[in-house]
């Protein structure tokens, strides 16, 4: 091959390259929704895996740990079903949370300690957690802790208002549409034990897929977090850790 059409080959190859790297850059999804139902697991918890399963989309379940251990059957179906596992405390309550850190590492020990009894699994980990009745009632020292224990929180941006009175399903779908507005990254909240939502899960799921949402778990991977850093919701994650020093030439 003359030196001219060896200079083309590699300037059409450069260019294949390009274009290919722009696609995986591009490939971040537009419009994401998250899925997350707290206060579990409850008694009616095989019935959301169910739908779940049947319209197979992946959600996010921030369970309290004492409700975990009464239904370890249900807690150890959330999680061979692949959703992803949250803590909201032990027991629900706020009060020690509000008073200082001690609380925190309580909870977030504990939380673990349980589900590694409940699931046998020495390795289970989770580093996502939700404040009981979200973040905004907590002071900023305590969220910060939060981070620095080394744990994401998250608040929500939309919401089914299934823990609302005189709700019905025509209702949670209008909180559905009407707190989703022109959002186009959206933690939805849920909660586990609400027949409600349950009922009208498969209208919320089409309501997202008519409009061109992806489904995905909450997590602190690097790809979520640059789709989250477009989120509204309130919540925070801890920092990543400091490059290492490779001035030693050690790597």
């Not at 079903?81 to 609380?103: F, I, K, N, R, Y």
């Not at 504990?110 to 905004?136: C, H, N, Q, V, Y």
């Not at 959002?183 to 939502?197: N, P, Q, S």
Request: aromatic fraction near 10%; glycine fraction near 8%.
């Amino acid at each position: 091959m003359k030196k001219g059409g060896m200079k083309r080959a590699a300037l059409l190859l450069l260019a294949l390259l390009l274009t290919v790297l722009t696609g995986m850059v591009a490939a971040e999804p537009e419009k994401v929704v998250y899925l997350t139902f707290d206060d579990g697991p409850t008694g009616t918890t095989p019935e959301l895996l169910a739908i779940l399963d049947e319209l197979q989309v992946p959600a996010t379940f921030f369970m309290v740990g004492f409700a975990a251990m009464r239904y370890p059957e249900n807690t150890r179906a959330v999680v061979a079903a692949g959703h992803a596992v949250g803590c909201h405390t032990m027991d629900h309550a706020s009060g020690g949370l509000q008073e200082g850190t001690e609380a925190v590492d309580w909870n977030f020990r504990r939380f673990e300690k349980e589900m590694r009894l409940i699931l046998e699994d020495e390795s289970f980990a989770t580093d996502l957690f939700r404040f009981p009745g979200g973040s905004t009632s907590y002071p900023y020292t305590t969220k910060r802790y939060v981070n620095e224990a080394g744990w994401a929180w998250f608040d929500w941006n939309a919401m089914t208002c299934d823990t609302y009175e005189d709700m019905n399903r025509t209702k949670v779908l209008k909180s559905v549409r009407n707190s989703t507005g022109s959002r186009d990254v959206v933690i939805l909240l849920a909660h586990e034990g609400k027949k409600l939502t349950r009922d009208a899960l498969p209208e919320i799921v089409a309501f997202y897929r008519e409009r061109g949402y992806e489904f995905r778990r909450l997590s602190t991977a690097p790809e979520e977090r640059e789709i989250l850093s477009r989120c509204d919701a309130h919540l925070s994650f801890p920092l990543l850790p400091a490059p290492e020093d490779t001035q030693d030439g050690s790597r």
